[in-house]
Structure formats: structure tokens, C-alpha cells
């Protein structure tokens, strides 16, 4: 059964390969099993301008770059399979043709970035407190 909604599933790997688009870009193919909502694929580019984000996704899936190598999930397909994931699917247009794209949910928030966030909401919190110089009426 393949998926066929939007929304945001939990599932868990199938299979997974290293592909090349037909543009010459690589990317990690990822088969994710959501149960009763479907199967979807998952792509993960590695272009120069996604390698940040690529690395996030991976990891996510259970592949720690550094410990594991990409020609690793080339020889064996079914090497992150049973990795439980977490994915988005959103309807996406490409070059006028609408379907459904499917990407991994990667948890990006870290204790330091959350610490520059308090910083920055405690300003705010100071900058609120003042009077206003100049009422704008």
C-alpha cells in the first residue's frame, strides 16, 4: 500500500539505497512504513547545499555520519531498516506536476540554541517594559 495523505506519520524503515537523480545528484532513498497510513519514500540530498541539513535527516534515520558510511547502505539495503522515523508528507509542486513529498522530522533545537532563544525573549521581555518615546498617532 503506498501513502496517500498529508500529515505527519510515525513508521519505521523498510529499505534504504543510494541513488542518483537524473540530474546526476545523489541522494539517500528511504522506504518508510507508516502502518495504516501507507508507505512513503523519503529522499535525502546530498548536494553541497543540503549536506547540512542531509546530515540531520541521517542521523535521524540512524546513520551517524562517521560512523557508518554511505557505501554501506548502497551494499545493504536493508541496513537502517526497522529504524523507527518520524516524517512530513506535504503536496508539492515540481515543474507544474503535483504529488506528495515525504521528508524525515529531525529534531534541530539544541540546549545552546534554546539558551540563546531565552536570552534573546528576555530582552524582548525588557525592551516591553519601557515607555515608548514616540507614539506613532
Known amino acids: 500500500m503506498s501513502g496517500e ?19 546526476g545528484t545523489e541522494f ?3 522506504l518508510v512504513d507508516c502502518g495504516d497510513d501507507g508507505s512513503y519514500p523519503v529522499q535525502i540530498w546530498l548536494s553541497r547545499k543540503a549536506l547540512g541539513m542531509a546530515k540531520g ?20 539495503k536493508e ?5 523507527a522515523v ?5 503536496n508539492e509542486t515540481y515543474k507544474g506536476t503535483e504529488s506528495l513529498k515525504a521528508r ?3 529534531n534541530s533545537v539544541t540546549k545552546k540554541g534554546l539558551e540563546a532563544l531565552d536570552v534573546l525573549l528576555k530582552q ?10 514616540d507614539i506613532p498617532f
Do not use: C, W
Not at 7 to 23: L, M, P, Q, S
Not at 79 to 83: E, H, Q, R, V
Not at 86 to 90: A, D, F, S
Open 79 to 83: 541496513k537502517l531498516k526497522g529504524n
Open 124 to 133: 524582548d521581555e525588557e525592551a516591553l517594559d519601557q515607555p515608548e518615546d
Open 5 to 23: 495523505k498529508e500529515g505527519t506519520f510515525k513508521g519505521v524503515i523498510k529499505e534504504n539505497d543510494v541513488r542518483a537523480a537524473g540530474t
Open 104 to 106: 524525515l522530522v529531525m
Open 28 to 30: 539517500v532513498y528511504l
Open 57 to 76: 535527516q541521517l542521523k535521524a534515520a540512524g546513520f551517524v555520519v562517521g560512523e557508518h558510511s554511505l557505501v554501506e547502505l548502497r551494499a545493504n
Open 86 to 90: 518520524t516524517i512530513e508528507v506535504n
